[in-house]
């Protein structure tokens, strides 16, 4: 009876691990963008609308069709970002304008 008990909670555990993972699969874009888009924000120039900033990035992220191209771009804004103190207005549109192929 012991063997099954420890056997039923190992299972619970591997069950919600892996829901734990999915969902964290799931969210991760999510949350990568929303961080992006607060220190967008929060680096930029004086003077410019959150709600305009945050749409542009939205409509930047969305002209990409490809997850992994849309995550690396995510993840090039970000590591220019952790760099700069505070964006210049050439900075901010040499960031949102999407790349050409």
């Given at each position: ?26 969210f ?20 410019k ?44 549109d ?8």
């Open positions: 009876m012991a063997i099954q008990k420890r056997l039923i909670i190992a299972g619970v555990a591997l069950a919600f691990a892996l829901i734990v993972y999915g969902a964290g699969r799931y991760s874009p999510f949350l990568i963008q929303y961080v992006v888009e607060q220190s967008l924000i929060q680096k930029a120039p004086a003077g609308d959150p709600v305009y900033l945050r749409e542009r990035l939205r409509t930047l992220m969305s002209a990409i069709p490809d997850q992994n191209t849309r995550m690396k771009r995510l993840l090039r804004i970000s590591e220019y970002l952790e760099k700069t103190q505070f964006l210049s207005p050439e900075d901010l040499r960031l949102l304008v999407p790349e050409k192929e």
